[in-house]
Structures are given as structure tokens and as C-alpha cells.
């Protein structure tokens, strides 16, 4: 690392299923400038901008990110679009950390958004291919099957995901820029919501949203330049990939996402990741992927995520309170998903989660997956200056 | 920052590929070109970045079955810009840059022709007033060229000039897809076909994908590599505004701009990406390259362009140069969006 | 159908965007349903048509609209000579940068004329607006040479405009690699035929161009059983756009004997609740006359009726 890189802007939109009032233009605007506004700097104080989002299928617009030179600021600058499927707004801010942490930007700007209403993620998830036979639904119809695997391999019992859906949906309460604001979501309700992709319950998986989420990382000389007391060092990134589909691979517990955090882990001088990260934003779209994901990062033993959620330990105060935000369960907008929780995690250390802060959080986790969960981007993010 | 090397490059270019949109059929041996140029292996790259776009193939997540070419198992450091690869190059550079890597492989692809290509690319225009009318690729640079024409920027003859050189080189160059030993009075003779664009002035509809390895010069790897190096000096992009109105569509203050940044002073060469004739023209005038400097040796985009390569291409055609003693001190450049909205430039060297 | 080379097929992606709009271009759209062009007021002092949501040097938001006139000035054109479907109009016509009067910037817009040589750059030219405006840029048909006819009609008053729908249809030639285009060629004799990976030994199938693993492509030919395991699967419950199967049904992974890697596929002839992990399965083919090239070609898998296959002889296929 020539520098080091510290989170010093969040901005977030309100996350709705649709936002009728904005363009896409104007959607974006609105998380960049809060991030601006958050980092007491203008337009003119960045070097770079980083933009990622996930299919242009669902927007129907050929590299946005072209059309939206000037809402981004970003005319005489570089700009870069990312996309490595769900994991795209984890990696869109992992590059935009790397061009500060190569020494050839002081202070950038990373922006991710998806406005699912201009059309249907279905929809273009499921777009016929000749010779094939349809039988996808989407992504919940993809994912549904790895979690029948992760539940007949685990153990598990069947109503562990639940608990997940109504911790999130609670925590989503404590969120005014959450989707999904219904105080009425229990473990008994989610329980008795309709089997949609069994064994996945509606109440168990994501909202279709609109939304953005917008960064801004700077060098540890602009930190110190600036006015910005509670910055978020960058301790660590990683990024993996695997293919979709090979023989005997592993769909439940990926070898990309256990490399990427061991590697992780190492690279922030962590040791034992349950007693040393406080809290952790995991992109978690399917509910039953929480105790799929804290096996996977290493927060449990193979087969003991499950135990971990059962026992509330995942809850705001328990040992690894996840999705404190009420996460990608509440507030889905498909690109700007993974940044969000990297973004989450940086205002948890920040000091700045408002209501769904956790006590005295100096380290945490954002993850993001994407793809056949092949796709793995991850950061962790502390109060301190790394040390090692 | 760390010395950055590129030490391979591998293509295929064809009108039409008759294969599937991923091109994992031409990635794989494209990979295998490699190693045997660098004498590496896969577990020598430790990172890996992509450029495409789904909208070429027709299809959300294109860039994903390309990671079985690679063979990621045990999975692999990984990345994917939806640009033209030459951003991949650069993510990949900032990456070395960063200390995390020392080699990566960037590779970009694209199957144009599964398409209608210049309707496809109406879709990257302001999607509420420009691209319902389908204002195509072709017709867009039209406009830009009458601009400069009427507007007293080039002419005519030079556009053809453009043209008569770029084909008649391209008869060196077995990757291209339009050769001919021409001359602007052939050229002038052309039917005008988007006036005041003939469809010599534009680049042909093109298939392909291609390849580059970088490394960083204080690494194991490169101790191992028997080949020559073109050492990477200057490495920068920019952004104009997407409202054409908000343009001079005659100039390239973004390609003036990142040439500045890069720095030009004494390159020898330079493979522009230019899929119209007249953006030759603009681009050599916002770099302000002299008469001295040998543009586009390789015959350019204009003979053949692979959507999403060809600016990875004009990288990997100005560093071959470079180790054949052809340059010693050659730029590349790449495009992205309507009329050049987003330009690349790098320079590099041979160091002996 | 040929025995080389590889299989193509149409595909086509079509959808109709529904894009809300923001305030300047619901401002902008609603001109135009109203038959009145209206720029923006940039920083600069300068006129835009269409008005860009945010100054292209401050990058602030535009909030002042002006109307402007519905003729102007030809600044650039270029003619399309073979127009693609969705332009204005479907036969040869120009395109332009029109300067309407009033403003300082250009819009791009079609401008109907039989051939090259009847525009110009200079060229004063006007609206003609559709019968019908919705508050769409194609509300203007086109523009054409200004002449004598009638002035501009404004339009109704309506309610404002605070979306667009936005057609999208694009049609590909789908081509299937080497390799799966053998494995669809053998689906149209019925048979099932995998490949295997010359390094990892692994049979795929369908076969691939580049083994997951070790990136070459498969080679050596294997013909795999129709009868196979489930490994795993979800019962689809919810129904969406394009979708080609009624619900509720079980999409299942099935792990072909002889093969290294399981396929999904429909389960049917068993209650979709007692479709487990495990259960063995056979292919149920389509009548022969109605055998394509696809996978098609198999119906479903439905219960073979031996006992379950034991969950060790599965459990690294998960």
C-alpha cells in the first residue's frame, strides 16, 4: 500500500420500490450529494469517480455511466464502470479504494445504483435462451435449491431462516433510509407467508428497489487535511471469483468466498474474526443466507452458522450483530446493494448509524456476493488506523 | 509507483464468429498463447480483469461463463469493467500499483455481429430524448464529422488520407478484417454512404477478443520472463460531458487532457482507436502529434474493431512495436462512448 | 439442419421501460404533450434542448425552463440511408442539430427529406408534431423544411407527465458453442452426450468450451443415461414475465448417471411436496416427431421408483 484509505463520506437515497420522483440521474444525485455533503466537500475536492451497477439489461440503457457524466461531476475526470454481477457495488468500492491506496488519487468518488422499477429483474434474470430448457425463476429460483443443500448438510432446523427475516425487518425499523418499514413483520408472520421458491418464504427474500448509495474515499494526507474527525480506515479488501457452474463444486459453502475472507482476516490482523469484528453488514438476499455466509466468512464452524442466529447472536448486542441496517432483506436496490453494506459497515465504525448503531463498534465487515454465489467482495473498515 | 511491464499480448479478430457471445471458444486459446509467450502459468497471475457488455451479447451477466476460460478452481483474484478492455488494463495497473499484485491477465471480448451493432448502440445515448428516436452509432459520428468538415477542422482528403493509409497498412496485419492497397483518389471514388461518411470512413462490424499480461518489474515472475518489455510510463483517462450539445464535437479536450497527464513528449508511435476516420484526425490533434510520429501501424480500428478489444488492442499493437524495436517510445489510445466521450491514453518505452 | 458448425437460434430481449422522469424532464415532457418545446436555462446563460437535468459545467441542478421556438437552424446533419427499426421514419431520411430559435445548443432529431441533397446545413426547418402527444421526444415526428403551412397547433392542457415508456426490442442471432451444439445435436437423436475434460477427467454435459476447472476445452465424446438423482431442488411458486411453465413446479438439479455434474430440469409425475433429495429419476421424452435440438426434447424426469440414492454417493454435487 503506498497510502492509506479511510471511508469519509456515506450518502444513501431513500430505498423505495419505486421512486417515481426521480430520474436515474436524479436518483444517484441524491445518495452523491448527501456523500459530498457528509465529507464536507464539493465536487471540485474529487479526483476520480467509480460508478458500478448490475445488468444495463435492468435500466435498458447501454453503460449509464456514459449518459451520466454530469450528474456524477464527472466531466474532465477519470470515471470507471464496474460490474461483477451482485457483488458490484463491494467491488466498485474496493476499486475506488485501490486508486487511493496506489498513491494516484487523494479523493474519490464511488456511486452504485439500480432503479429496478424501470423495469423487472425477473424479467431480464430470466430471458429465455435458445435450446435451453426454461426453468429458472429468477433468483430466488436459483438460490432456493443451494439453501435445501445447506439445510439438509447443516442440520438446520427449517425455521431458522425466519428468524433472520424478522431480526432484518426489525432492524429495518431503526433505518429511515430502509424499503421495507413494517413494524407487523414477526418470526410468526414470516413463518406464515407463502412458500414462493420453497424452501424459501416470500417474507424471506428481497424487495425489488430503487436506489444509490455514493462514497467517498480519501488518503490518509486528505484525512488529515480535512475536518473529518471519525474517518473509516480501510483495513482490508479482497475480491474472488469461481465459475458458475463445475463439477463437484461447492454452492453451499464457496471456495471463492472462504478464500476472500481468510485473506481477508490476514490482511487486517485478525485472528479470530468472532471476538474481533462488532458487527458485520453480510449481503444476505435469501435469509437463509446468513448462517450460510457467517460459515462461509468464517464466523462459525462448517455447519454451526445456523446456531449463531438461533441464539440471537446476530441481533443488535448479541456477539456478531449482522445487518444492522435491516440489510439487502429490507432495502434491495440490486447494484448499489453490496455497497451499501460497505457503506453500513464504514458508518458503524464512524460512529454515525444513528439508531441501529452498535455500541462501541471500532471494527466491522461489509460483504458482497454475486452471481451463482461465485462473485465474493468484502472490506473490513475500523475506527483506528490499521496497525500492522 | 512500481515499474509495470507488458510483456503479452494475444488476439482474434473475424467478421463473424460463429460461436457463442461469451468467445470462450477464442479466450481459451488466447490464454494458451500467452503462457507460451510469457513461459507463465496460470497460478503466475494473481489478478484478472475483464471488459465487455451485456448489451453486445444479449444477455445480463455476460462477462460470467468467460471466467471458465481462466479455469477458476481454486478461485482466482478477480474483476470486470463494463467497458472497453483498455479500462480493465488500467484497473489491473492500479491494482499492481496498489502493492496487493504484482501480474495480471486483462482480457477483453465482444461478438458485435450477433446483433445490429450501431442499433444496439443508439442504447448509449441520454435514454429519455435520444435513444427513443434510435439515433444510431454511425449516424452520431456523421454529425461529428460534417461538424469538422463544414466547420473547416479537416476535410475531405484527409479523411481519405486516413482511410488510404490505414488499409493499405492493414495488409501487414493478419489480424485485420479490411485490407486493400489504396489511395485516396480510390478512396474519394467511394459511394458516399452515411453522408458525409463512405463506409470506408467507418470501422467494419467486428468479432474478436484479446489479451494482455502485465507484471510489475520487482517480481519472481518477471525474473522468469525470456521475452521484451514495454514499459509502461504514463497511464491516464477522462470523461466529457454525455449531452452532445454540451460538446465540441470537433475536439477532444478529454483525450487532450489525459495526454497531458500521460505525457506524449517523444513518442515515435501511436495506435489510436478511432472507428471513424475523421476521429483520427481529432485525436492526433489533441495529442498534438507532429508529422514524425507513425500512427496506427497495425491499420487501426477502421479495418478491423472489435467492440470492447479494440482499444486493448491498439495497447497491445503499440507494445509489440515496442519489442520489436519498431518504437522506442510509443502511445496508445482507446475510445468509449459516443463521438469519444471517454478516452485512454498510455504511454510506454523500451528500456534496454 | 447441418451436422457442422454450430447451432444458432433468434433471440430476442423486449421489454418497455417505464422511466420516471424528475422534475426538469416532467417539466420538459409536458411542453411537448402540450406541443411546446421548452429549454433549459444553463449556467452559463445559455439555452438547452432538451434541457439537461444538471449543468454540464456546475453540475447543479436545472431548474429554470424557457419556452423556445419550434423552428430552427440545421447546424449538422448526416443522412441515414438505410434507417433501423424504431427511427422516426422507415425510410431514407437525415439526421440533425437543429439550433431552435430561441435557444444556443442543439437538438438531435430526425428531419424527413427524400434525399441528401435536399438539407443543408443553415437550412431553417420545423416541428411536425404527432396527431396524438403523450409527452415523449416522439411526440415530434420529425422536423421538416419550413414552408407555408399551418403554424403550430397547440395542444391540450393535460395532466402533467411524470413518465415515459420506453420500448426496448432487440433481436440477436444466438449461436451455442462447438461443444453444446454436439450435445443439442444429440438431444435431436435422443441421446445425451457429455464430454469429458482432458485433465480433470471430469464429464461434463452438456459439454463446455472450457472446463471450469482447468480452462480447455472437453474432448472425449460420453454418452450419459437419461436417468439420473435429484441432488437438489425448489418448487417455483411465483409466477413472472416470460415465464413458460405453469406454477406450481419443482426445478430440480439431476445428476445424469455417468456424469460429474448435475442439470436442472423439470420433475413431474410425483406431488411436488414429495419430491425429495435423493430421489431417482428418469427422462420422460417428448413424442419423437416433436424432437428438436434442445433440451427440450425431454418433457420433465419423473420417479424412476428405486430407492433413494444415498445422500454420500451425492453430497459433493451440492
Known sequence: MTTLAAVVGVGQTHHRAKRGDVSMAGLLREAVDRALADAELTFDDIDAIVIGKAPDLFEGVMMPELYLAEALGAPGKPLLRVHTAGSVGGSTAIVAASLVEAGIHERVLTVAFEKQSESNAMWALSIPVPFIMPVHAGAGGYFAPHVRSYIRRSGAPTHIGAIVAAKDRQNALKNPFAHLQNPDTTFESVMASQMLWDPIRYDETCPSSDGAC??????????????????????????????????????????????????????????????EIDCAEIYVPFSWFEPMWLENLGFAEQGGGWKLTEAGETAIGGRIPVNMSGGVLSSNPIGASGMLRFGEAALQVMGEAGEHQVDGARKALGHAYGGGSQFFAMWVVGADKPTH | ????????????????????????????????????????????????????????????FSFVSAVDAIGALPPVMESHVEMDAAWALYEAWVKIQTGLVDTALVYGFGKSSAGQLRRVMSLQMDPYTVTPLWADAVSVAGLQARAGLEGGAWDEEQMAAVVARSMSDATGNEHAIRSRTTTVEDVLAQPMYADPLRRWDCAPVSDGAAAIVISAADTPAFDRFPGQSAWITGFEHRIEPGALNSRDLTVSTSTAAAGAAAGVDGVDLAELHAPFSHQELILGSALGLGDDVRINPSGGALTANPMFTAGLNRIGEAARQVWSGGSQRALAHATSGPALQQNLVMTMEARS | MTDVGTLHAPMKVEFDYTRSLGPTLSEFMTGLKRRQILGGKLADGTVAVPPPEFDPQTYDPITELVPVGSEGVVQSWVWVPEPVPGQPLDKPFAFAQIVLDGTDRPLLHAVAVEAPDQIATGQRVRAVWAEETVGAITDIRWFEPEGDGPATVPGPEGEAVNGIIAPVNLSY????????SKFFRGLADGKLIGQRCPVCEKVYVPPRGA????????????????????????????????????????????????????????????????????????????????????????????????????????????
Request: with cysteine; charged share 20%.
Open chain 1, 214 to 275: 455514493a462514497l467517498v474515499i480519501a488518503s490518509e494526507d486528505a484525512v488529515q487535511r480535512s475536518g473529518i474527525k471519525n474517518p473509516a480506515w480501510i483495513h482490508g479488501t479482497q475480491m474472488r471469483s469461481e465459475p458458475t457452474t463445475a463439477a463437484e463444486r461447492d454452492q453451499v459453502n464457496p471456495h471463492a468466498g472462504r478464500e476472500a475472507a481468510a485473506a481477508l482476516w490476514k490482511q487486517a490482523g485478525i485472528t479470530s474474526p468472532i471476538d
Open chain 2, 1 to 60: 509507483m512500481r515499474d509495470v511491464a507488458i510483456v503479452g499480448f494475444a488476439q482474434r479478430q473475424m467478421k463473424e464468429f460463429d460461436g457463442s457471445p461469451t468467445c470462450v471458444e477464442l479466450l481459451v486459446p488466447i490464454f494458451a498463447e500467452l503462457f507460451e509467450q510469457t513461459g507463465w502459468t496460470k497460478s503466475d497471475i494473481d489478478f484478472w480483469c475483464s471488459g465487455s457488455s451485456d448489451y453486445l451479447a444479449g444477455r445480463a
Open chain 3, 173 to 180: 442471432d444466438y449461436a451455442a458453442s462447438p461443444e453444446e
Open chain 3, 211 to 318: 472446463c471450469p476447472v482447468d480452462g480447455v476445452p472437453t474432448t472425449d465424446e460420453v454418452e450419459v443415461a437419461d436417468r439420473g438423482t435429484v441432488t437438489t431442488f425448489c418448487i417455483v411458486n411465483v409466477p413472472f414475465t416470460g415465464q413458460q411453465i405453469p406454477i406450481p413446479y419443482v426445478s430440480a438439479y439431476v445428476l445424469l448417471d455417468g456424469a460429474d455434474i448435475a442439470f436442472l430440469h423439470l420433475i413431474l409425475g410425483i406431488d411436488a411436496a414429495d419430491v425429495r433429495m435423493g430421489l431417482r429419476v428418469k427422462a420422460v421424452w417428448k413424442p419423437r416427431d416433436e424432437w428438436g435440438t434442445t433440451i427440450a426434447n425431454i418433457s420433465h424426469f419423473e420417479p424412476t421408483g428405486e430407492p433413494d440414492a444415498d445422500f454420500e454417493t451425492y453430497k459433493v454435487h451440492l
